[in-house]
């Protein structure tokens, strides 16, 4: 596996105790099966973070190109040269999971979300999600039309039992009927990068579940 020096890598947490901390370092360099990566900062924070021996990350790479890379790490050590560094364990080739995306990789999953428009809440269901939109089941013709802005809350749910909610608001898109169910398309119009990589971190998630699945059969 070859890793672009100066990359961004973004870790997560693999145990609940940090749950719904995202970390953000860049690769400084790498020595057969150990990652140098600066210390990292904590995206929602933007404050430096120190990293303690033995613990565990799920590592999201973009490689310097369109694919993303998703692996589990380790921190075993710190270092001090030019910069200061910690020390990752990089796992076999074969333990990497390749992730194909398009700008925003849209991944089908249900998750529940509530759209507020003229003072009244609707109770709605994802079909497919993204970092850029989202497409929903709805319980039935609702009153806005394409264009209309409306305010979305969706409910992330994560692996390890984080949940996060994400507030934005968005633009109807397009209203459409598949299979005789109502649906709508939205675009985010406010989402920062926090609420940006949360989303990203679902879809990146899901999509390893997927693939995880796929492996076990």
């Given at each position: 596996m070859e890793f672009k020096i100066g990359a961004f890598l973004t870790l997560e947490p693999i145990f609940p105790e940090k749950a719904g901390d995202l970390l953000k370092c860049k690769i400084v360099d790498k020595k057969e099966d150990v990652i140098y990566i600066t210390y990292p900062v904590n995206m929602r924070t933007n404050k430096t973070v120190y990293l303690l021996d033995g613990s565990r990350y799920r590592g999201i790479l973009q490689n310097g190109d369109r694919s993303i890379f998703a692996?589990?790490?380790?921190?075993?050590?710190?270092?001090?040269?030019?910069?200061?560094?910690?020390?990752?364990?990089?796992?076999?080739?074969?333990?990497?999971?390749?992730?194909?995306?398009?700008?925003?990789?849209?991944?089908?999953?249900?998750?529940?979300?509530?759209?507020?428009?003229?003072?009244?809440?609707?109770?709605?269901?994802?079909?497919?999600?993204?970092?850029?939109?989202?497409?929903?089941?709805?319980?039935?013709?609702?009153?806005?039309a394409e264009g209309n802005i409306v305010k979305l809350t969706i409910v992330l749910p994560f692996k390890n039992g984080d949940i996060q909610y994400i507030q934005t608001n968005a633009r109807v898109i397009r209203i459409f009927y598949k299979d005789e169910q109502p649906l709508a398309s939205f675009q985010y119009l406010d989402t920062d990068e926090v609420d940006q990589q949360q989303i990203l971190r679902f879809c990146f998630e899901r999509q390893v579940m997927m693939k995880e699945m796929l492996y076990l059969r």
């Open positions: 692996f589990q790490t380790e921190v075993i050590g710190r270092i001090m040269d030019r910069i200061p560094m910690i020390k990752l364990s990089c796992p076999p080739e074969d333990e990497f999971l390749k992730i194909e995306r398009r700008e925003f990789v849209r991944v089908k999953t249900p998750v529940d979300v509530a759209v507020e428009y003229g003072n009244q809440f609707y109770q709605c269901v994802a079909n497919d999600i993204s970092a850029g939109g989202v497409a929903l089941k709805l319980p039935e013709a609702l009153p806005f």
